[in-house]
């Protein structure tokens, strides 16, 4: 079983800048690729962001490459997703993700979610 807990929602000004966090209550972190999704109001959820078992390889959305960055800390058990520059079609709740599986940007792949963070970006 893995928890999952994401921080460091809040509302920021277009062009600004957050940190969002996940931490995991599992025994072995390295043993799950994490991924980053989002929900927006009267949207469907999408990908975000990936990064692999160990932080190597990393994949984005379109939407987000160049502005997104994500990162994991096994020893801390904690994936991060930095966010800069961001934009109001940013607004959504930000959902950290675990899959054990392999690399994906399907969130039916994903076998533990976290309860979401709001990010909200006013213009």
């Known amino acids: 079983q893995v928890q999952l807990v994401e921080s460091g929602g809040g509302l920021v000004q277009a062009g600004g800048s957050l940190r969002l966090s996940c931490a995991a209550s599992?025994?072995?972190?390295?043993?799950?690729?994490m991924g980053w999704f989002r929900q927006a109001p009267g949207k469907e959820r999408e990908f975000v962001a990936v990064?692999?078992?160990?932080?190597?390889?990393?994949y984005y959305a379109d939407s987000v490459k160049g502005r997104f960055t994500i990162s994991r800390d096994n020893a801390k058990k904690t994936v991060y997703l930095q966010m800069n520059s961001l934009k109001p079609e940013d607004t959504a709740v930000y959902y950290c993700?675990?899959?054990?599986?392999?690399?994906?940007?399907?969130?039916?792949?994903?076998?533990?979610w976290g309860q979401g963070t709001q990010v909200t970006v006013s213009s």
């Open positions: 993700a675990a899959n054990a599986a392999g690399i994906s940007g399907d969130s039916s792949g994903y076998d533990y």
């Open positions: 599992v025994r072995t972190f390295s043993s799950y690729v």
């Open positions: 990064v692999s078992w160990r932080g190597g390889s990393t």
